[in-house]
Every structure is written in C-alpha cells, then in structure tokens.
C-alpha cells in the first residue's frame, strides 16, 4: 500500500477522446478488461521514433520534436506543452504509477497500474492492437487494469474529468484515487 501512496496518477487518452482503448486492451478477451488482466496504452507522434533514444537528452528531443511537430503559431510554450507528452509518457510515468483512461466510444473508464518501462511497436513486433486504426499510435506502456467503471457508476462522475491533453497528471492523488475505487457503488 505504501507504494501505492507514492505512486503518481496519470490520465491517458489512447486515440481521439479514448477511442482506441478497447484496441489495445480486447486482444485477448471482452472489453472492458477484467481486473488483473494485462492491456497497453498507447499514444502517437511516431514521427519522433523510438523514444529511447532521446533518455538523458532532452534537449535533442525537444529539437527534434520543433522539427516534426512545429506550432503553427510560434508558440514556444505551446511548443513544449505538446513536447512534453509523449516525453512524459515514455519518462515521467513510472513503473507502479496508476493510469485512468478514458474511452468515449465504449462509456467506460479503465483504472490499472503501469507495469515496467516504456516500449514501442514500430516493428509491429508487439502485434498488441486487434482492430487499432490508427496506424501512428506506436508508443506503449503496460497496464495490469485495476477496475473498469461504467458511466452509470457514481465513482465515474469524481475522476473521469481528468483533462484535455493525451497525457496529463491530473491533480489527484493516489490515495484520492485508491478511496475512489474503494468505495461502495
């Protein structure tokens, strides 16, 4: 539990508003998930390659990124702010860290916990998607899913407003969120 505590809470879109969740977590079985069972998130700007390469530069990331992806408007805090998400979903989510994720097109959200280290799939190794149709979502992170909550469930309506961007720290806490689940519907 005491890990737990520690833990940040990330909220993780997979696609257009969510729509690509059930994708990336139905392989093996229905959707939503059943707690315990492993699924992967995923996120785009493939254009960047394998994240891995960029781990103790961030500067080389961040110029390759203007390159790829430059603001329209020469907005540099734009710029970053959209810099910043796929450098947080492959370095500042963390083994342990507990992810929300919202699917618009399914009306649930799924609850769970990272497993391990950043991945990708631009060998189509991973093979990890059943019916993904965005060919640009390369970037991964395991989850083993902790709950799924419909959007009849009252817990719903206190945590699936967790921001605009596909990455975002939302201002919850783990423990808010473990009190959350932990409640009776």
């Excluded at 492993?38 to 990124?65: C, V």
């Excluded at 899913?145 to 596909?166: F, M, V």
């Amino acid at each position: 539990m005491n890990d737990q505590v520690k833990a940040k809470v990330w909220g993780v879109f997979v696609g257009e508003r969510g729509d690509q969740l059930e994708a990336f977590n139905s392989k093996n079985g229905p959707f939503p998930p059943s707690p315990g069972v492993e699924g992967y998130i995923a996120i785009g700007w493939a254009g960047m390659g394998d994240l891995r390469m960029f781990k103790n530069n961030y500067s080389d990331y961040l110029e390759k990124f203007r390159i790829l992806y430059p603001d329209e408007d020469g907005n540099e805090r734009v710029l970053k702010t959209q810099a910043n998400i796929p450098w947080n979903f492959a370095y500042s989510i963390n083994d342990g860290d507990f992810v929300i994720c919202p699917s618009s097109a399914s009306g649930y959200l799924l609850i769970g916990n990272i497993v391990g280290d950043y991945e990708n799939d631009f060998n189509n190794w991973i093979s990890v998607a059943k019916t993904k149709t965005r060919a640009d979502l390369m970037h991964l992170r395991r989850v083993k899913w902790i709950t799924a909550l419909s959007k009849d469930d009252p817990r719903y309506e206190k945590i699936h407003r967790i921001g605009q961007l596909t990455v975002v720290s939302p201002s919850l806490s783990a423990i808010d969120l473990i009190n959350i689940i932990n409640e009776d519907k």
